[in-house]
């Protein structure tokens, strides 16, 4: 039987009974779910798809592969991508825990991931028994590694530090990896929430100053969860690499990965909305200015954080006695351990909570300052 470490979150236990102490109530910065209401217009979708008693398509609508497409030339300025080598997938978690299997990734084989790290890279090449190494530059590892690498992780905008890589830092990834015909897939679920110099846009791995105008070897996976909302729907997809969908598709055929037609429609009319996301946007930028500077005010320092819904910071300490220190005002942030060696000192502290919430945070860490 395969044994997965424990679920890191579980950890948190005995500081969210500490911070349950508190006389005004947790503030949960931790996880990061979206607390603002799903848009009426993606819900009226929803409903209006409610009627599907057929099986729906594993490739997805085509009208959604369209929509998807429209959005890639519209937002992350990828125009050579086509409908057919689009899919919708069950929330963008389950397509990075199998696509090493479904990219026939196995022992001997090496998964490379960022320093820091959302932990679902790593479960996915334990579940084939591949190697996981994390390094941020595929030079820094030895001859024998490249070697062996099969699959490249990139994550940016990142989680959980925020930090975003330029269109020469991407391509200089992908250059290396297709020198070892390596796959490349880009974890880009925050691309929409760039702030100060990548507000307008944040690279793609699929847009031309980085790709080359070829998309072999090169997926984007991409969310809605926190852009529209909809974390309860799983709505997200994988889009690029035409050598690869064809097989991408028939393995989830195989194994019964199908996204309900009626969040297939919501997802169609959320990605063709661009509005109801710079609303959402606007929300999550007011709680960062207010909640950034009362971080620093208490003695965090904050690193990156140039896009995306967390802040990543360090008071120069162990991660968990930052933990319990913010676990006493009554607040939960994600101990930076949870991402990799690389996290040590650091925690996540999340804007994801309600306006009321941000302030009371804001309050305490300026009280006890």
Sequence with gaps: MLTLPDY????LAPYRKLAAEHPDGVVDLSIGTPVDPTPAVIQDALRAAADAPGYPGTHGTPALREAIAA???RRRRSPDLQAQDIMPT???K???AWLPL???LGPGDIMVRPLVAYPTYDIGALLVGAESIAADSLRDLTDDQRSRVKLVWTNSPGNPTGKV???AGLREIVDDARSLGAVVAADECYAELGWGDWEEHVPCILEPAVSGGDLTNLLSVYSLSKQSNVAGYRASFVAGAPNLMPTLINSRKHTGMIMPYPVQEALRVAISDDAHVQVQKDLYRARREALKPALEAFGFSVHFSEAGLYLWCTAGKDSWESIQDL????IIAGPGVFYGDAGAGFV?????ASDERIASAVSRLTKRN
Excluded: K, M
């Design 94 to 96: 389950e397509l990075v």
């Design 8 to 11: 890191p979150w579980d950890t």
């Design 102 to 104: 479904f990219l026939g």
């Design 90 to 92: 069950i929330g963008s």
């Design 71 to 73: 959005w890639y030339v």
């Design 348 to 352: 996540r502290v999340s804007l994801t």
């Design 165 to 167: 890589l330029d269109a």
């Design 327 to 330: 676990a006493e005002l009554g």
